[in-house]
């Protein structure tokens, strides 16, 4: 699979372990960033030339794949942004003024990453609703019950990751989402983690609004996806202004395009949306299943590898979707990973942009490897060889 990216054949020596972070790109994707800007550079929805008018119809078609890929009705409901924080600002800025008003409340998990906690947290600022962050496990994952139990009449919006960037667990959404539905409010869901490790389906989970980012899915980075109900979409006001978002503009005012463009001021990333569909047809070759045991498999050397080395916390459990964080006592994370670094191992070491898990958790930061598909039982030995190498370096005086 390795061979699929040129990435590693420009590091030969390096063992990539932060594709939480960002994934590496095949070479199908960076193929058709340049097969983009050589053959078919041309700007969207304008021209009237051929050229123009192709360009635009297969910019279009993307979202029909996108709607594919995650199971949405139409493909109207998939608006290109620049990233999961670019979507989920948007709902909170758009939609979020429209059902949030003073008194009402705004849950998430302790376990959110910043992009889906400081955007419900301002909105709750600003409408003068309750900010409510519920507890986690001691694992450092969302608790599904702990949500479930903080849902009051005055939820109006639920906001959690499928997956949990630093601890990688899979949270059981449905349930969630008939709860806070059966109560009036609406589930936002932050796919960042989850799209390129599972299969998923807006319907089946519920989701009111779905955002993920391209770059973690082994595409370009600068495009990413917000999936919303149609209905939703409709009644949300536009939050940029500008050319391709218009129907008609006068002196005095103006009114929008339809549903998605209405959210799509100014010219669009072209080429990411031709890099997202190459890095599609890449996921849809996958057999998801045998990712997930892959993955599955990985975590559960890389645990026992670390927890037989003394002095070592493991975070989250054997059901993570390909993270895993951990400390090692009595040295800080940046100098677990600047040994590691040493020793060609890429692994991301930092709060992780989740400060509030960081404050439950008791710790400043924690080391985090995570998976993608071309990593290997040897890229985890060689990583469990560096933390015990780290103990052993730090530790030598004891
Ligand atoms: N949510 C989660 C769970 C993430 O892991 C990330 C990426 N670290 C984001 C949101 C933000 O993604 P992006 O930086 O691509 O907007």
């Known amino acids: 699979m390795a061979n ?20 590496q790109k095949p070479q199908a994707v960076i193929d058709a960033l340049v097969h983009y800007y050589v053959n078919d550079n041309a700007n969207v929805h304008r021209g009237l030339y051929t050229l123009a008018y192709n360009t635009t119809e297969a910019y279009e078609a ?18 290109f942004t620049r990233s999961t924080t670019d979507g989920l600002n948007l709902v909170a800025a758009s939609f979020g003024p429209l059902v949030v008003h003073a008194g009402d409340e705004i849950l998430v998990s302790g376990a959110e990453h910043h992009s889906n906690f400081i955007p419900w947290q301002q909105l709750a600022k600003r409408t003068g609703a309750k900010f409510v962050v519920a507890p986690v496990t001691k694992a450092g994952n969302t608790d599904p ?57 807006v319907q089946a989970l519920g989701a009111d609004f779905y955002a993920f980012s391209g770059h973690k899915l082994y595409g370009p ?35 929008w395009a339809p549903v998605p463009l209405k959210f799509e001021a100014g010219t669009p990333n072209i080429a990411g949306v031709f890099g997202l569909r190459a890095a599609l047809a890449f996921m849809a070759g996958l057999d998801m299943k045998a990712v997930a045991a892959q993955d599955h498999a ?18 989250g459990d054997a059901h993570s979707a390909g993270i895993v964080s951990f400390n090692l006592q009595g040295v800080h ?26 404050a439950r958790l008791g710790v400043p930061a924690t080391v ?13 030995d060689k990583l469990v060889a560096g933390v015990a190498e780290a103990r052993r370096l730090f530790h030598e005086f004891d």
């Open 333 to 358: 994370p940046h100098d677990v990973a600047t040994v590691l670094d040493e020793a060609h191992i890429a692994v991301r070491a930092g709060h992780h942009c989740a400060q509030p898990l960081m």
């Open 62 to 79: 993307v979202r029909g794949q996108v709607a594919q890929f995650i199971n949405a009705k139409t493909p109207s409901q998939i608006v």
């Open 368 to 380: 985090r490897a995570s998976f993608g598909v071309y990593n290997t039982a040897a890229d985890v």
């Open 221 to 255: 980075t600068g495009i990413g996806v917000l999936y919303g109900r149609q209905a939703l979409l409709a009644e949300m006001p536009p939050v940029q202004f500008g050319g391709e978002m218009i129907d008609e503009v006068l002196d005095a005012q103006s009114t």
């Open 4 to 23: 699929e990216f040129p990435f590693f054949a420009a590091h030969p020596e390096l063992t990539y372990l932060d594709s939480a972070a960002t994934a």
């Open 298 to 315: 990985l975590v559960l050397r890389l645990r026992a590898g670390l927890l037989a080395i003394p002095g070592v916390t493991v975070y």
């Open 145 to 201: 019950a702990a949500v479930a139990q903080l849902i009051t009449k005055r939820t109006k919006i639920v906001a959690l990751a499928q997956v949990t960037n630093v601890a990688g667990g899979v949270v059981p959404l449905a349930p969630l989402a008939d709860q806070v539905h059966a109560v009036g409010g609406y589930l936002v869901v932050d796919g960042a983690q989850a799209v390129a490790h599972m299969k998923v389906d």
